[in-house]
């Protein structure tokens, strides 16, 4: 027999060998909960805060820490030396080779340190950045986003460690600062960093647990364009008996804006949805299929409609592939206590539009700079804030398969989602490391992420450990 030959059939046993031994099908898997919530606390005590630029790169160096003691190769990396004075924040990168089956699949790992600020502080029932454990619940900023989610990655990764010094597949991590603000750097990272990065696979920062305890894997993330819109009047705030006479900026931001949606939604900017792709006939198959409890979601909320009044499918679909254009905020001219007669200087609308792939950002901001134009608003000052583009990873991907048996083996049953309503940097993950984005997780669907008495419960904290320990073993199994 050829010695080649011998070597290679010595090699495949091998891998299959180990990955069979490795398998947690042979242990309980046990997950150290204990473990678990005491370094979860260890991260919510430290109020990273990026709106604020606060204390991230000492939570950064504190997950590098973890990290090592976990026997995960950790650094801190930055996009170059002068930017530690830009105070950009770093990322956090972590790396375990498999040493049984080092040629096999990679499976990347994307989360974010980074919280949103804890306000309105006095709406919190325990201090937000104590990790106060309460029955199934561990309150906190970050308990859940995204804190929660990295710890059990990393608990995973650490399972495989204890047991067995090693790792059936190939683990990297990249844990970014900037993913609350709109992550503006991680296509400078991905791009300086990306042969370091290479992955098969990139597992997304977060998943939704629903009411039945389904995780909802994710294929896809709206984009997002944030918009600012300023009118000015004059040089100072005067008395309105000259409203006669002197434009209201404020009169002005609402007359822009009445031209930008209809009543149903319809946004009225021309060719705003020019490149949108129709779903596929599997696609809206699986937006038939999913779950969405209307009521207990109104309940929720405090509503008793929804917009347009949809129902059924289009509430899905509105979700998955609609694309909004919503105020977040409007200021102008006196809104305290009691009366002031004033004719305000200036008024100024922040606007957020959510955007579907094939739109891309750049683009509409044109198309919004044009539409009021031509809609003689050429006083109106547009700043853009921010831009990304949607990014969504194919149904019919061979991993698709693979996430889903892991959460099916674990949580009995999962859903599968085209898209999630939310905006984060997958475009940049699809586009630069050229890898699907698939994202799972454990965040209980009501689990007010981004509100007072942010919470993570320690059931799906464990659960979802044991599924990303399914997806290291099922990737190492697989034949893609
Ligand atoms: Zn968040």
Known sequence: MDINILKNLVFILKKYLSTYLMSSENLTMDIDTPGLIKDLQKLIKIPSVSARKQNLEECAKEIVQMMKEIGINSELIYLDNDDKKKSIPPLVYGEVKSKSNPNGKTVLFYNHYDVQPEEPIDLWKYDPFEGKVDGNLIYGRGASDDKGELITRLKAVEYFIKNYGDVPSNIKFVVEGEEEIGSNNISKYLEAYNSKFNTDLVIWEFGYVDQEQKP?????????????????????????????????????????????????????????????????????????????????????????????????KSVKKALICEPTCNISGLNSGYSGQGAKTITPSKAMVKIDFRLVPNMDPLVQFKRLENHLKDNGFEDIKVTKIHGEAAGRTELSNQYVKVIQKSANEVFGDSIISISSAGTGPMYDFIEILKAPCISIGGTYVFSKIHSPNEFARIDLLEKTTKCMIRIIENLAKSVL
């Open 216 to 312: 909802i894997i994710s294929l896809g993330m709206k984009g997002l364009l944030y918009v600012e819109l300023t009118a000015q009047g004059a040089s100072r705030d005067v008395h309105s008996s000259l409203a006669v006479l002197i434009e209201n900026p404020a009169w002005r931001i609402v007359q822009a804006l009445s031209t930008l949606m209809d009543r149903r939604g319809r946004i009225l900017i021309k060719d705003w949805y020019k490149e949108i792709k129709e779903l596929s006939d599997e696609e809206n198959a699986v937006v038939e299929s999913e779950p969405f409890d209307e009521k207990s979601f109104k309940k929720e909320y405090g509503i008793n409609r929804f917009i347009n009044d949809l129902k059924g």
